[in-house]
């Protein structure tokens, strides 16, 4: 896709992070835009500053993880423009701490926002793309934690290696029926976003009822140090990201010094052997240990 002027772009998790400054690209580069997001005072925000500078903006307030507010956003986008050319899956959440200490609304609530939102996402929007017959592109917002195995963050790590085979067994399906829809997933290393502070949209009825273990304390600092240090801004991914959908990337990877770390994981496999220890995130504090 090369042609974004007057197209429509539709963006999960648009009020922060990612997302916004795939909203902000989008404006710049003439698009239209159907911004989405469960947290409605941020996303508000976002569409009168763009509104202001002369975008069409519908936002609508939707979760992800529920099947019919990604129907309905699909139904928007179509009322309000006539279809989408351009969707980011791109809303995320995370939490830490051991894989067995991980409550089951934990897995719930992080399986149900990374992977299950963009099962939706593909869902109802797929269909449309087809049958509009016009070039259109999907970004899939993986994560690092989609390539390789880092420790404490079972349930992300579940959920981002599931939007990475989502999005390689997507392509594939794509081209056996030859259809002019190209793929990004993107697996950024940390970056200085919202992220680290996704909590602050867990739904009541997902929200645990125990205190956070000492790994999951640990991995919340961790995590809040290893974003707050990352070397590439958000501004700096819709750049990359925008570059790699002209370009029809598949994989991209922005933090390229994490290539060696696939790699070894790769080489693990191919050599039937166990996974080799993994460094703490960017130096910082390890996990607790037992
Ligand atoms: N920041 C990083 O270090 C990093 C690294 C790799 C991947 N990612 C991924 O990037 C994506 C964007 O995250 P970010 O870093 O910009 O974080 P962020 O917290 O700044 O933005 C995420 C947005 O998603 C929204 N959201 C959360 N739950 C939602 C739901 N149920 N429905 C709709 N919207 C919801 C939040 O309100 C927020 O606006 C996520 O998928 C995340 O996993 C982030």
Redesign the pocket.
């Known amino acids: 896709m090369k042609e974004f002027k007057g197209r429509v772009a539709v963006i ?9 400054e795939f909203a902000r690209t989008a404006a710049h580069l003439g698009m239209r835009l159907v911004l ?4 409605p005072g ?2 508000e925000t976002v569409a009168q500053e763009l509104r202001g500078q002369g975008t069409d903006v519908v936002a609508e307030c ?4 529920v099947d019919a507010d990604m129907a309905r956003l699909a139904h928007r986008s179509r009322e309000a423009f006539g279809g989408t050319q351009l969707l980011f899956n ?5 939490c830490g701490g051991y894989a067995w200490e991980h409550s089951e609304a934990d897995w719930r609530w992080v399986l ?3 992977l299950w ?1 963009v099962v939706h996402g593909i869902r109802h929007f797929v269909p449309m793309m087809l049958e509009q017959r016009d070039t259109c592109h999907i970004v899939n ?5 989609g390539l390789v195995s880092t420790p404490s963050m079972a349930a ?1 790590n579940v959920s ?1 290696h599931g939007v990475v085979t989502l999005s390689e067994t997507l392509y594939q399906d794509l081209h056996a029926v030859g259809a002019d829809i190209g793929i990004t997933v ?10 680290a ?2 909590a ?2 867990r739904p009541q009825a997902l929200r645990n009822t125990t205190h956070a273990t000492p790994s999951m304390r640990a991995m919340q600092q961790a995590t809040e140090h ?2 707050a240090a ?1 070397r590439l801004s ?1 501004a700096d991914i819709a750049r990359l990201t925008f570059d790699a959908i002209r370009a029809q990337v598949f994989y991209l990877i922005p933090h390229t010094n994490l290539l060696p770390a696939v790699e070894a994981r790769l080489q693990d496999i191919l050599a039937i052997r166990s996974p080799g220890p993994f460094p703490s995130p960017q130096g910082h504090a390890p996990a607790h240990q037992p």
Request: glycine content about 16%; charged content about 15%; some cysteine.
């Open positions: 999960t998790g648009a009020a922060s992070g990612f997302g916004r989405a997001d469960v947290e941020a996303l939707v979760d992800v993880s791109n809303a995320g959440v995370a149900g926002v990374n939102g917002t993986a994560s690092a934690a992300y981002k993107l697996c950024p290393a940390f970056v200085d976003t919202g992220i502070h996704s602050r949209n290893a974003t990352g958000a």
